[in-house]
């Protein structure tokens, strides 16, 4: 079946520490997408990508960062520069255009410590 | 980034009522796309609606784009448990990347 894959599922790290979440997809989409949820909040855009090898920062960049080397992966990195990390992470990708919805992964919940 | 408005915040129903959630713009929107994320879920796709005053169906939920394609709805009529969840609108900037409105959660009173 065709999907996106997040993983893990839940994450613990201490504070000061990189940590990298995976985002694999097989829908052949060429477009993808992290986003921040904080609880009881909408979703907030840090990176998108819609080709592989660029990707364009979202609305609260600061303290992550990403790669898009292969069409499949999308990899998010929470840096020691993000200041308030704790949240739900979620990747979505999307068709050319995104006139068919964005397919989300299941997430990411983080907490730092 | 621009923002996309939804009302109410929180929608509490007894079982068998409808419920309408709202979505403002106070820009010109090319397409608005619905989602809804269960508790503890993902945000699923559930519609895009591109024309003005256009209206499409799902069983029992109906969604609405407005004349001026600066706001929309999202009618349930006669909800069930399963409804629950919180609704998102999110609106495309032509580029692919959506901004996602504030959600509207609904709870069910059996």
């Known amino acids: 079946d065709g999907g996106i894959t997040q993983s893990p599922k839940y994450l613990f790290r201490k504070e000061g520490q990189n940590v990298t979440l995976s985002c694999e997809q097989n829908?052949?989409?060429?477009?993808m997408y992290w986003y921040r949820q904080d609880p009881g909040q909408g979703l907030r855009l840090i990176y998108y990508s819609q080709i592989v090898n660029d990707f364009q920062k979202g609305d609260i960049a600061e303290g992550y960062s990403v790669s898009r080397e292969k069409k499949e992966s999308f990899p998010l990195t929470v840096t020691s520069a993000q200041k308030n990390p704790t949240a739900f992470y979620l990747c979505?990708?999307?068709?050319?255009?995104?006139?068919?919805?964005?397919?989300f992964g299941s997430g990411t919940r983080l907490t730092v410590v | 980034g621009q923002q996309v408005m939804q009302i109410p915040q929180y929608q509490h129903v007894q079982e068998g009522e409808d419920f309408t959630t709202y979505c403002n713009s106070s820009?010109?929107?090319?397409?608005i796309q619905w989602y809804k994320q269960r508790p503890g879920g993902h945000p699923v796709f559930l519609i895009q609606l591109v024309k003005s005053g256009e209206v499409k169906k799902q069983k029992r939920l109906t969604f609405q784009f407005g004349e001026a394609k600066k706001n929309s709805s999202l009618h349930i009529t006669a909800t069930q448990t399963t409804d629950v969840g919180t609704y998102f609108c999110a609106r495309n900037f032509g580029n692919e990347k959506l901004t996602f409105g504030t959600g509207t959660r609904l709870t069910i009173i059996p």
């Open positions: 979505a990708s999307s068709n050319t255009g995104g006139s068919n919805g964005y397919t």
């Open positions: 820009t010109t929107l090319s397409n």
């Open positions: 829908l052949n989409h060429d477009a």
